[in-house]
């Protein structure tokens, strides 16, 4: 039971254009959500995060959308760069555990 | 201020070995997970912990044991290692439930 989707394994944008990553998620328990960015050969590292009672949170380039009646939230970066390309995920949690849940990830690609 | 060490980066393990995991995090970090990743999905949680002394199973957590008997350490240990444990580990440590910074991962293969 895949409880957070990414359904786009992989997305290639143009440096200079807007990458748009999409995540969906089933538990309308989840209230705070996150985004990783990982590098090859290296551990995630945090990007950007949203809580459930916002539907929008930015932060340089990158901008993160929440729709809680679509159970949908989207990544965007503009504008993409080369050394943006990596895997993103996205990630969910509820109030009452101390677990996040993980999706599948996709992989982005910047091309100069 | 290192952060999350992982120790080692790679291993190859026969099937039937042990090995133990070594994840060390120096910022005091209550929380402390490991996670696995395999190819083409996202992390799951094998084991986390909410202090010393205190280990908690995730959603994978067969085939590994864990304990925490201090704040700095969280060691993974496999027993009698199989293929299917063959993945890419990370842990991770946070001061609140909400976030992680992971380490760099240790790459096990298992043969």
């Known amino acids: 039971d895949q409880q957070v989707k990414q359904n786009s394994p992989s997305l290639s944008v143009q440096e200079g254009r807007i990458s748009i990553l999409n995540c969906d998620y089933t538990?309308?328990?989840?209230?705070?959500f996150l985004w990783y960015k990982k590098y090859p050969a290296e551990g995630p590292t945090f990007l950007i995060s949203?809580?459930?009672?916002?539907d929008k949170n930015e932060d340089g380039r990158f901008t993160v959308f929440l729709n809680k009646s679509a159970k949908h939230l989207s990544l965007h970066i503009v504008p993409s760069q080369p050394g943006d390309s990596a895997v993103y995920f996205c990630a969910a949690s509820d109030g009452a555990t101390n677990k996040l849940i993980f999706g599948t990830g996709t992989l982005l690609a910047v091309q100069p | 201020n290192a952060g999350v060490t992982q120790t080692p980066k790679f291993r190859i393990l026969k099937i039937g070995q042990s090995m133990t995991l070594q994840c060390t995090q120096d910022m005091n970090h209550n929380y402390m997970y490991w996670y696995r990743q395999d190819p083409g999905m996202g992390l799951k949680l094998i084991y986390y912990?909410?202090?010393?002394?205190?280990?908690d199973k995730g959603e994978v957590p067969n085939g590994y044991n864990v304990s925490r008997s201090t704040t700095e350490d969280f060691p993974l240990r496999l027993e009698l290692a199989a293929p299917s444990q063959t993945s890419v580990y990370f842990c991770a440590s946070s001061s609140q439930y909400r976030d992680r910074l992971f380490g760099q991962g240790t790459r096990l293969t298992v043969v």
């Open positions: 912990s909410v202090g010393a002394g205190i280990t």
């Open positions: 538990n309308s328990m989840f209230d705070y």
């Open positions: 949203i809580s459930s009672i916002k």
